[in-house]
């Protein structure tokens, strides 16, 4: 009995495709009877009928659906797989995946994304964007190349991080609201304004917890967001007030449209880090765009 090879399934992964043995045959630089040899041989060897002909074309069996399903998968990752690998030396081709938070998006990443995509069009860029627990998850996964996140972090034991930048976390308010009059206040003021903050589940919750903590002031925020994004909006319609990096809020602060609070003891500086798995290698692709969030391509290095 004849082993099945790769060759079966990547002439069937083309024939169920397009639902033509003709076009497979185009494809795939062949013949019509060449193809329609290989399908018979997989039946065959398959024991199932995976395909009906006929004169309008292929229709698939269930037996073949569910090959197809995972034939598909395979195949597209194998694809990916070869693509990349002979792209290592040109930079033609390749993925790179990528997890981040939003403030690292916007604190580095994306203006390191706009140079480096001059430089190399072909590389496909797969962009996740989770909390720094999240992307901590997603790098044990293996789902993502590296991460570049926000400070703090539990760094897991053959987890490696190289810092590439830092920015200030300022508390701001709309300039439109009472939260704005008086712009010097003490931790414990804090609680009289509505805050707004990201939920329980953060990093960010975690470390303002600890930082108004020797105040006597129990961090509760009035309105739990998701992404540090949603915070801004929210400050500039009234809402409360909150923290945010400077260079998220410093065009608003600039016209005016908020205000930036002193609250006396309170400082943070927060880092912007690679994280990886240093037990994988990573490919050509991703070591380049590495190196180019090393050097230098933020707005906060």
């Not at 065959?44 to 292929?58: F, H, P, T, V």
């Not at 569910?66 to 792209?87: C, P």
């Not at 002031?217 to 949603?230: G, N």
Request: hydrophobic share 40%; glycine share 6%; with cysteine.
């Amino acid at each position: 009995m004849e082993h099945i090879t790769y060759d079966y399934y990547r002439i069937f992964y083309y024939v169920a495709k397009y639902k033509s043995i003709s076009q497979a045959a185009e494809i795939l630089h062949s013949n019509q009877p060449n193809i329609t040899k290989f399908m018979n041989k997989l039946e065959d060897q398959l024991n199932c009928k995976l395909m009906i002909r006929s004169n309008r074309g292929i229709t698939l069996t269930p037996e073949g659906e569910r090959l197809f399903a995972h034939v598909s998968i395979a195949y597209t990752q194998l694809k990916e797989a070869e693509e990349e690998i002979a792209g290592y030396s040109s930079m033609n081709t390749g993925t790179i995946r990528i997890s981040t938070t939003e403030t690292a998006l916007h604190g580095i990443l994306m203006d390191t994304l706009i140079e480096f995509r001059k430089s190399f069009p072909g590389i496909h860029l797969f962009i996740t964007n989770e909390s720094t627990p999240e992307a901590v998850q997603t790098l044990r996964k293996g789902v993502a190349d590296f991460a570049v996140v926000t400070s703090p972090m539990d760094i897991p034991s053959g987890f490696s991080k190289i810092t590439i930048g830092c920015f200030q976390e300022i508390p701001v308010a709309s300039a439109n609201t009472s939260f704005s009059k008086k712009l010097e206040i003490q931790p414990a003021d804090m609680k009289k304004y509505p805050i707004i903050g990201l939920g329980r589940h953060t990093k960010t919750y975690e470390l303002y917890s600890k930082l108004f903590l020797p105040f006597g002031v129990e961090w509760l925020p009035d309105i739990d967001v998701a992404t540090a994004d949603q915070i801004l909006p929210m400050i500039k319609g009234g809402l409360g007030v909150g923290f945010l990096p400077e260079f998220m809020a410093r065009q608003e602060l600039e016209q005016g449209v908020l205000v930036q609070l002193n609250v006396e003891g309170i400082q943070l500086e927060r880092e912007i880090v690679i994280l990886e798995d240093s037990t994988k290698t990573l490919n050509a692709a991703a070591r380049e765009l590495k190196q180019y969030l090393i050097t230098g391509n933020g707005v906060e290095k």
